[in-house]
Antibody, heavy 116, light 111 residues
Framework: QVQLVESGGGLVKPGGSLRLSCAASGFTFSDFYMSWIRQAPGKGLEWVSYISSSGSTIYYADSVKGRFTISRDNAKNSLYLQMNSLRAEDTAMYYC?????????WGQGTLVTVSS | QSVLTQPPSVSGAPGQRVTISCTGSSSNIGAGYDVHWYQQVPGTAPKLVLHGNSNRPSGVPDRFSGSKSGTSAFLAISGLQADDEADYYCQSYDMRLSGAVFGGGTKLTVL
């Protein structure tokens, strides 16, 4: 069945880096735009970034522009989010999702905590 | 503050019908961009329940329906059931921000 599984979250100090991964299965990964969406504890949803099927089109929210980099490896059916210069306000559950106009399928999320 | 405004909470008894509103502006819903709705049971990932204003993904019961008018969109849930209790989020595109935007979420309580 269609599945997205995130990994790579954890506790990191302010200013640190973390790389999130998302493994896709059950569909032709290379056909679809993919996104990262986050949710701070007890808060609402924020669309962080998306990447086109070929990787040629990329979007970042202003809140992460210049610090986060989205990428994908279609041969490995995988999506990535490299997060640098992390701040306390980046603390959130990070979800991988299929789509960019709306999120059709969601992963279970991986928790990123930025704290000293 | 969220770009799209939702009521913080709504409630209804089993079997009743509830409606959740999502109010935007001329740069998002009012500009003609589609509205999508997600259901999130606490502790789990969101799930798409409506896309393109009123289209239900496979597996979503027809008790869920949507509409749009002017700068607002609406999610209606009829025949309320206990497992409908969740947070509901609307989402659209904002041309001024050049990106997707969410509402702040509405907590649905089934009495």
């Amino acid at each position: 069945q269609v599945q997205l599984v995130e990994s790579g979250g954890g506790l990191v100090k302010p200013g640190g880096s973390l790389r999130l991964s998302c493994a896709a299965s059950g569909f032709t990964f290379s056909d679809f735009y993919m996104s990262w969406i986050r949710q701070a504890p007890g808060k609402g949803l924020e669309w962080v970034s998306y990447i086109s099927s070929s990787g040629s089109t990329i979007y970042y929210a202003d809140s992460v522009k210049g610090r986060f980099t989205i990428s994908r490896d279609n041969a490995k059916n995988s999506l990535y989010l490299q997060m640098n210069s992390l701040r306390a306000e980046d603390t959130a559950m990070y979800y991988c999702a299929r789509g960019y106009k709306f999120a059709y399928i969601w992963g279970q999320g991986t928790l990123v905590t930025v704290s000293s | 503050q969220s770009v799209l405004t939702q009521p913080p909470s709504v409630s209804g008894a089993p079997g009743q019908r509830v409606t959740i509103s999502c109010t935007g502006s001329s740069s998002n819903i009012g500009a003609g961009y589609d509205v999508h709705w997600y259901q999130q049971v606490p502790g789990t990932a969101p799930k798409l329940v409506l896309h393109g204003n009123s289209n239900r993904p496979s597996g979503v019961p027809d008790r869920f329906s949507g509409s749009k008018s002017g700068t607002s969109a609406f999610l209606a849930i009829s025949g309320l059931q206990a497992d409908d209790e969740a947070d509901y989020y609307c989402q659209s595109y904002d041309m001024r921000l050049s990106g997707a935007v969410f509402g702040g979420g509405t907590k649905l309580t089934v009495l």
